[in-house]
């Protein structure tokens, strides 16, 4: 996550090429542009970092990540969606997902997991860090640009053993499904 130093906001050719201009890396600003082109993140390039400002309903929940182990790996139940691993002490797994406007306090929350919301920025691939190069662990993908809400991954952070399943079909008295 963000903070601090010199923001530059991406919105189009124009801001891409004022940011050229600027000294920003041309591997910065084709990621910065496929985001937003693909995806319609809100993409902002500060110092030598590619940020995504979590607004507009999205939102992270983290998890450490040590050992090439993190809980969401372990937890079958965590839906599918992009996944981000940040370097840092320790490292983090980020989970993108829609905020699905989830209340939680901090208590709530299983030990280890943070729920970032806006107006946290979350660091994105190319970014390199001092401990390491911000990579996916999971992709985003152009055809499938839904996100999980965060109110599922965190019960399924918090109660691990339960699976998420689709609700039973109900059927009426006639034998008919309802």
């Known amino acids: 996550m963000s903070s601090g130093g010199e923001v530059k906001v991406i919105a189009g050719s124009t801001g891409t090429r004022e940011a050229a201009h600027r000294g920003v890396s041309p591997r910065l600003l084709a990621a910065a542009e496929f985001y937003k082109a693909n995806f319609a993140w809100d993409i902002q390039i500060q110092d030598n970092s590619l940020l995504l400002c979590l ?73 390199v860090t001092p401990r390491g190069a911000v990579q996916w662990l999971r992709e985003p993908s152009p055809k499938d640009r839904w996100l999980p809400v965060a109110s599922g991954v965190i019960a399924a952070l918090t109660h691990p053993q339960r699976r998420l399943y689709h609700h039973p079909v109900v059927r009426t008295a006639r034998g008919g499904i309802s």
């Open 55 to 127: 607004t507009g309903g999205m939102a992270a929940v983290s998890v450490p990540f040590r050992g090439g182990e993190h809980l969401f790996a372990s937890t079958g139940a965590v839906p599918r969606g992009p996944l981000i691993l940040v370097p840092g002490a320790p490292f983090r797994a980020y989970a993108l997902v829609e905020s699905d406007d989830c209340v939680v306090s901090d208590a709530e929350l299983p030990k280890g997991v943070l729920f970032h919301r806006s107006p946290t920025r979350a660091l994105l691939p190319p970014t």
